[in-house]
């Protein structure tokens, strides 16, 4: 289980690269920009005026060498954090990376918890007292059962079995 995990990890953080081309670059800082005017959407999905005319600008920046991060910045110093559809990784908004490792370790760890109490129980063996109630349940079986257990005493009120 923790191959796959971490195989699954390792892919989702190679991803396929970062992008190569000004439009693909454009794509992906958009992506990260929340549209002003449309609800839910980002600035690389939305068709509104606002939109196109933030994926021009991103465009237009990059053709003037700015990085990823100095282009949000400058969208996030003109239109507020709110812009950003990147969770920051500082103060309380550091929760909504912090959390999911943290429930995933402990899942993780109830789940060896819970498979080497399975381990441990698995070793039971039965007790002269269970192999007493089971006689006694056997004995108490209707003397026609299908399983070839022994009769009980029709005129024996106690529940001791006359197959004795």
């Given at each position: 289980?923790?191959v796959?995990?971490?195989?699954?990890?390792?892919?989702?953080?190679?991803?396929?690269?970062?992008?190569?081309?000004?439009?693909?670059?454009m794509?992906?800082?958009?992506?990260?920009?929340?549209?002003?005017?449309?609800?839910?959407?980002?600035?690389?999905?939305?068709?509104?005026?606002?939109?196109?005319?933030?994926?021009?600008?991103?465009?237009?920046?990059?053709?003037q060498?700015?990085?990823?991060?100095?282009?949000?910045?400058?969208?996030i110093?003109?239109?507020?954090?709110n812009?950003?559809?990147?969770?920051a990784?500082?103060g309380?908004?550091s929760?909504?990376?912090?959390?999911?490792?943290?429930?995933?370790?402990?899942?993780?760890?109830?789940?060896?918890m819970?498979f080497r109490?399975?381990?441990?129980?698995?070793?039971?063996?039965?007790?002269?007292?269970?192999?007493?109630?089971?006689?006694?349940?056997?004995?108490?079986?209707?003397?026609?059962?299908p399983?070839g257990?022994?009769?009980?005493?029709?005129?024996d009120d106690?529940?001791?079995?006359?197959?004795?």
């Amino acid at each position: 289980m923790a191959v796959i995990v971490a195989t699954a990890l390792a892919i989702g953080v190679s991803g396929t690269g970062a992008p190569q081309t000004n439009q693909e670059r454009m794509l992906a800082i958009a992506s990260t920009l929340k549209c002003e005017v449309c609800e839910g959407e980002s600035v690389a999905q939305s068709d509104s005026d606002f939109a196109k005319q933030a994926r021009v600008d991103i465009a237009k920046r990059l053709d003037q060498g700015q990085s990823a991060d100095q282009i949000r910045a400058a969208y996030i110093a003109n239109n507020g954090a709110n812009v950003s559809l990147i969770p920051a990784s500082t103060g309380v908004s550091s929760l909504v990376w912090i959390i999911p490792v943290v429930a995933l370790v402990i899942s993780g760890a109830v789940l060896i918890m819970v498979f080497r109490r399975w381990r441990i129980r698995g070793d039971v063996h039965a007790t002269e007292a269970d192999r007493r109630l089971v006689a006694a349940a056997l004995d108490r079986l209707p003397a026609g059962s299908p399983d070839g257990a022994r009769g009980v005493d029709d005129a024996d009120d106690t529940g001791e079995g006359s197959g004795r």
